[in-house]
Nanobody
Framework: VQLQASGGGLVQPGGSLTLSCATS????????IGWFRQAPGKEREGVSC????????YYADSVKGRFTISRDNNKNTVYLQMNSLKPEDTAVYYC???????????????????WGQGTLVTVSS
């Protein structure tokens, strides 16, 4: 099982970025994928996730209405579209999955067994 997050970078406040989580070693459509972020000096927090099978999505209150999660099972990739970015969105973003198929979304990091390496998003003028 491997996950690789990419797409981070430097963006001005109000700008947009799309993060990608490329997966391998498992059949993506049967597994939940979560996006987490960790800002300097802060705990890693759940940002968004997409459930296995039915694609139900969860968003943290801080990103609701600005971020959109989606998956392309044919490309084995999950995306996080981030709009109206704010300086407080600055963090390293990670994607993760649970080892059990068919899982529902969870914002709790303990649920997730496999993690990608993270991609840095910096929102600054």
């Amino acid at each position: 099982v491997q996950l690789q997050a990419s797409g981070g970078g430097l963006v001005q406040p109000g700008g947009s970025l799309t993060l990608s989580c490329a997966t391998s070693g498992f059949t993506l459509e049967y597994y939940v994928i979560g996006w987490f972020r960790q800002a300097p000096g802060k705990e890693r927090e759940g940002v968004s996730c997409i459930s296995a099978i039915d694609d139900n999505a969860y968003y943290a209150d801080s990103v609701k209405g600005r971020f959109t999660i989606s998956r392309d099972n044919n490309k084995n990739t999950v995306y996080l579209q981030m709009n109206s970015l704010k300086p407080e969105d600055t963090a390293v973003y990670y994607c993760a999955t649970d080892e059990l198929p068919g899982s529902s979304c969870s914002k709790y990091r303990a649920v997730y067994d496999y993690w990608g390496q993270g991609t840095l998003v910096t929102v600054s003028s």
